[in-house]
């Protein structure tokens, strides 16, 4: 049996906690390939709400392995409160595999990232803080820390002493910031070392050691195709690939065993941090989908910036992921709309322009030209099956679809595992 990706088709914050989920309890496994403790996926099962950031969704279902794969960041004390947290709540969790060769974010790296977000000032990001960038940064430049480190002090100790020796001159010398010392963060490194140990492994070798016994792995992206390091709106990005061929990089498995990459694709836009974003609205509508949507950050507790649905952002996942389908969340939320915008290209310079265009300077004035579709006002979130919603609901979806460039084999009708619609199966 293959494996699956399951990716987030716009800025994030598209609904693949839940996803996940839905599916986790069909897969044997379930790979984080990239990012770190940026993401914020919530999971709702029952009256239970979960928000988990860098452990994997699957970890909800009992017959689930939840690995985090080699191209994920880890920090640690993260890791160990996340997993303290979910065994107070009476979640099993020994199941978890973490990759020896997944880079460690490091107290440093969290500082680095903050202050340099202060000294861009205007020009920041709007990064979550948690040392992504900088800790992705190190492992290019290969000086980063990696998980099976901590199991040798005295290897620790000289990348560390290494690491710190250009970051405490950049801290004390340009970001005017106190020095930190080698040994404190050696000690706290070290004191996480055996609290991880359980979980420590070749993930490489289990993932493809399943998908040959048949196995069904499922990598879950973190972030989105637009937040993507090479094909997102850089600078205004993640420092890592959310975008299919992530998911082999980032865990050992090679793309002639993915059969089936699933775009998580929401009904509006949302974006949070800086950054272009054509379809976005400043106006009560904009508010309104906040509102109704829940937008707030479930990582950084920010207001996600949200606009219309854009239907060239979808086509643009669509060709970088190669989908095979889309998974169309939050549908619920448009309820009430008399009518409902959809951007279907872009205006820029006066031309119109069908696809994303390659130039970050055009993107940045494209102007979204919108084409609207008549609403609905029925409740939606009951409805099980594709014919249970109103006409105007199915030509909205159907119109996405054709848009959109690949087929809709879910609809997501609220936050619940329960309150989706399949149309076609995923497994
Ligand atoms: P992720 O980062 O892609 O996992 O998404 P987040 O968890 O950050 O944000 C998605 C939010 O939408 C969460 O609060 C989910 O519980 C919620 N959600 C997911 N799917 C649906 C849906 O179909 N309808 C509604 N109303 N909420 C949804
Ligand atoms: P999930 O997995 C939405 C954004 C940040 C910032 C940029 C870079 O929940 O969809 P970083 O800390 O990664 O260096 O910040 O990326 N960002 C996200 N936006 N959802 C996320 O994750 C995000 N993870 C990072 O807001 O603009
Ligand atoms: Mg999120």
Not at 20 to 33: E, M, Q
Not at 166 to 181: H, S
Not at 360 to 388: C, M, N, R, V
Request: glycine share 12%.
């Amino acid at each position: 049996m293959p494996a699956l990706v399951l990716l987030g088709a716009q800025w994030g914050d598209e609904g693949k906690g839940k996803a996940t989920d839905l599916l986790g309890g069909s897969v044997d496994y379930v790979v984080r390939y990239q990012g770190g403790n940026n993401a914020g996926h919530t999971v709702v099962v029952g009256d239970q709400k979960y928000a988990l950031h860098l452990l994997p969704s699957g970890i909800l279902s009992p017959t689930c392995t939840p690995v985090i794969g080699n191209g994920v960041v880890v920090d640690p004390s993260v890791l160990l409160s996340e997993l303290s947290g979910l065994n107070e709540r009476g979640v099993d969790t020994s199941k978890l595999l973490i990759s020896g060769n997944a880079h460690i974010i490091t107290p440093y790296h969290v500082s680095m990232d903050k202050v340099a977000e202060r000294f861009l000032g205007k020009r920041k990001i709007g990064t979550t803080g948690r040392g992504i960038g900088p800790t992705y940064a190190d492992k290019i430049n290969r000086v980063g820390i990696r998980v099976q480190d901590l199991y040798d002090e005295s290897i620790l100790t000289q990348k560390v002493e290494a690491a710190l020796e250009v970051k405490n001159q950049m801290l004390t010398k340009l970001y005017n910031r106190r020095a930190i010392a080698a040994d404190q963060v050696v000690e706290e490194l070290l004191g996480y070392a055996e609290q991880l140990r359980p979980y420590v492994a070749d993930t490489v070798l289990v993932l493809n050691q399943a998908l040959e016994d048949d196995k069904v792995v499922l990598f879950e992206g973190g972030q989105g195709t637009l937040l993507d390091i090479d094909h997102g709106t850089y600078p205004f990005v993640t420092s890592s690939n959310p975008t299919a061929g992530g998911a082999c990089t980032g865990s050992g498995v090679g793309p002639t065993k993915i059969s089936r990459v699933i775009g998580i694709l929401k009904a509006y836009t949302t974006r949070v941090g800086a950054g272009p974003f054509p379809t976005e609205l400043f106006d009560e509508d904009g508010e309104a989908l906040r509102r109704i949507g829940g937008e707030r950050g479930v990582t950084t507790g920010r207001d996600r910036r949200c606009g219309w649905f854009d239907a060239v952002i979808a086509r643009y996942a669509t060709r970088v992921n190669g989908l095979t389908d889309f998974f169309l969340t939050k549908l619920d939320v448009l309820t009430g709309w008399e009518q409902i915008p959809v951007c279907v290209a872009y205006e820029i310079d006066g031309k119109r322009v069908e696809e994303l265009p390659y130039s970050q300077s055009d993107f940045h004035h494209a102007k979204p030209i919108y084409e609207t579709l008549p609403g609905w006002s029925e409740d939606i979130t009951k409805a099980k099956s594709f014919s249970d919603l109103p006409k105007n609901a199915q030509n909205y979806v159907k119109a996405l679809e054709e848009m959109s460039g690949a087929p809709i084999s879910a609809i997501g009708v609220g936050p619940g595992r329960d309150e989706t619609i399949e149309i076609n199966s995923f497994l």
